[in-house]
Antibody, heavy 117, light 110 residues
Framework: EVQLEESGGGLVQPGGSLRLSCAAS????????MHWVRQAPGKGLVWVSC????????RYVDSVKGRFTISRDNAKNTLYLQMNSLRAEDTAVYFC??????????WGQGTVVTVSS | QTVVTQEPSFSVSPGGTLTLTCALT?????????PSWYQKTPGQAPRTLIY???TRSSGVPDRFSGSILGNKAALTITGAQADDESHYYC??????????FGGGTKLTVL
């Protein structure tokens, strides 16, 4: 079965860190760009970051630059998002997605990140 | 900063046809922005409807279609059904490996 499964979310204090993971199965992970997209409570979807097929190129939305790092391990079919210096406004459901034809094709169910003291 | 705008809300009667739009504040939307459309229901993962302007994702009924209308991307739903009531998001590729979502449209079918 083709699927993405996020993990690693939780409650963290402002200024803290979390690492999200996204395990891929059922398809050739290394063939696809990968993305993180988030949705804050009551808000819309926001593209956060992407990484190319071999992990050599990354991009970020301005609000997370310098704090978040996207990476991937193609041997483990896993995408990561290291989140440092977390702020209350980073509270959201984080989704991973495959990139295909300049769009978001396959989605995971999301993992919840709550930044609060 | 690139801003993508969508109608905040839209209402349609069952069986009706509607068109949602997706605009750039600073430019015209073209196929080079690879517009795509997603349906998002609370508690669920987004569902990909349309990509590359007008290509339906696998399993999406042909009631959903995408296009460029004037200087905007558009999602048209024909024969609206009750379970189409949801939030709809467009996203545009703005170059340099950056994507921007619109603010979303809340569709009500009543």
């Amino acid at each position: 079965e083709v699927q993405l499964e996020e993990s690693g979310g939780g409650l963290v204090q402002p200024g803290g860190s979390l690492r999200l993971s996204c395990a891929a199965s059922g398809f050739t992970f290394s063939s696809y760009w990968m993305h993180w997209v988030r949705q804050a409570p009551g808000k819309g979807l926001v593209w956060v970051s992407c990484v190319n097929n071999d992990g050599t190129s990354t991009r970020y939305v301005d609000s997370v630059k310098g704090r978040f790092t996207i990476s991937r391990d193609n041997a483990k079919n896993t995408l990561y998002l290291q989140m440092n210096s977390l702020r209350a406004e980073d509270t959201a459901v984080y989704f991973c997605s495959t990139g295909d034809s300049h769009a978001f094709a396959l989605w995971g169910q999301g993992t919840v990140v709550t930044v609060s003291s | 900063q690139t801003v993508v705008t969508q109608e905040p809300s839209f209402s349609v009667s069952p069986g009706g046809t509607l068109t949602l739009t997706c605009a750039l504040t600073s430019d015209s939307v073209s196929t080079s922005h690879y517009p795509s459309w997603y349906q998002k229901t609370p508690g669920q993962a987004p569902r990909t409807l349309i990509y590359n302007t007008n290509t339906r994702s696998s399993g999406v009924p042909d009631r959903f279609s995408g296009s460029i209308l004037g200087n905007k991307a558009a999602l048209t739903i024909t024969g609206a059904q009750a379970d189409d009531e949801s939030h709809y998001y467009c996203v545009l590729y703005v170059g340099s490996g950056i994507w921007v979502f619109g603010g979303g449209t809340k569709l009500t079918v009543l």
